[in-house]
């Protein structure tokens, strides 16, 4: 399954969402919410950086985390960026392709 790397940015309710529910039960929330669509949590870890919460997890394929996204921000109280994570082999791989490119103005 395609590993993705979830960002998010709590609201100002979603503060007080967390401040009533807790950092434990926000965590249960995300792994279930991961596990009804198929998919698995590797990590949920909150932060004082640039985002609230980083999740890491498994998920079907791009278009179930697509969903994820919409359904995560139509509910409100976080805004949440959602990435591709790549292994090293697929890395490996994807600069294998000897692939042909013009550079714009060239």
């Known amino acids: 399954m395609p590993k993705f790397l979830l960002?998010?940015?709590f609201t100002t309710d979603g503060v007080r969402g967390l401040v009533?529910?807790?950092g434990s039960k926000r965590a249960e929330v995300i792994r279930s919410t991961v596990a009804a669509i198929g998919g698995q949590t590797e990590s949920v870890h909150f932060s004082f950086g640039k985002y609230d919460t980083?999740?890491?997890?498994?998920?079907?394929?791009h278009k179930t985390a697509a969903?994820?996204?919409?359904?995560?921000?139509?509910?409100?109280?976080?805004?949440t960026r959602v990435t591709p994570l790549?292994?090293?082999e697929e890395v490996d791989e994807?600069?294998?392709m000897r692939l042909t490119?013009?550079?714009?103005g060239k």
């Open 67 to 79: 969903a994820l996204t919409v359904a995560v921000r139509a509910a409100g109280g976080v805004q």
């Open 20 to 22: 009533n529910d807790g």
């Open 54 to 61: 980083y999740v890491v997890c498994d998920l079907p394929d």
């Open 7 to 9: 960002e998010s940015t």
């Open 86 to 88: 790549l292994t090293p």
């Open 101 to 104: 490119y013009q550079a714009p």
């Open 94 to 96: 994807a600069t294998g």
